[in-house]
Nanobody, 125 residues
Framework: QVQLVESGGGLVQTGDSLRLSCAAS????????MGWFRQAPGKEREFVGG????????YYPDSVKGRFTVSRDNAKNTVYLQMISLKPEDTAVYYC??????????????????WGQGTQVTVSS
């Protein structure tokens, strides 16, 4: 089992950058593929990036490709979401999630077993 705690959210302006962190408990963090999702009010939860357990593979949807980067530091049990050129439509609660996975990345929320509590990102125009 793993517990996840996100941090780094806040209020920024259009065009700003922000880095979210997700700290995981437990000694088996490197066994988990990690994903980042976001959910805006009235909308479904949306996948915004994922990384394989070793960090060698990442995947992004077209909506954030080139602006969002997921990375991880298995020695620190932490996964990051670097966001640049933020837009008002990026405003949402951002969640990290974990799933034990031998290969690849999961892109569907129901594939993930563990979730953090979320951190709010608000981008003002």
């Amino acid at each position: 089992q793993v517990q996840l705690v996100e941090s780094g959210g806040g209020l920024v302006q259009t065009g700003d950058s922000l880095r979210l962190s997700c700290a995981a408990s437990g000694r088996t963090f490197s066994s988990y593929a990690m994903g980042w999702f976001r959910q805006a009010p009235g909308k479904e939860r949306e996948f915004v990036g994922g990384i394989s357990r070793g960090g060698g593979t990442t995947y992004y949807p077209d909506s954030v490709k080139g602006r969002f980067t997921v990375s991880r530091d298995n020695a620190k049990n932490t996964v990051y979401l670097q966001m640049i050129s933020l837009k008002p439509e990026d405003t949402a609660v951002y969640y990290c999630a974990a799933v034990p996975r031998v290969r690849g990345i999961a892109t569907i929320s129901s594939d993930y077993d563990y979730w953090g509590q979320g951190t709010q990102v608000t981008v003002s125009s």
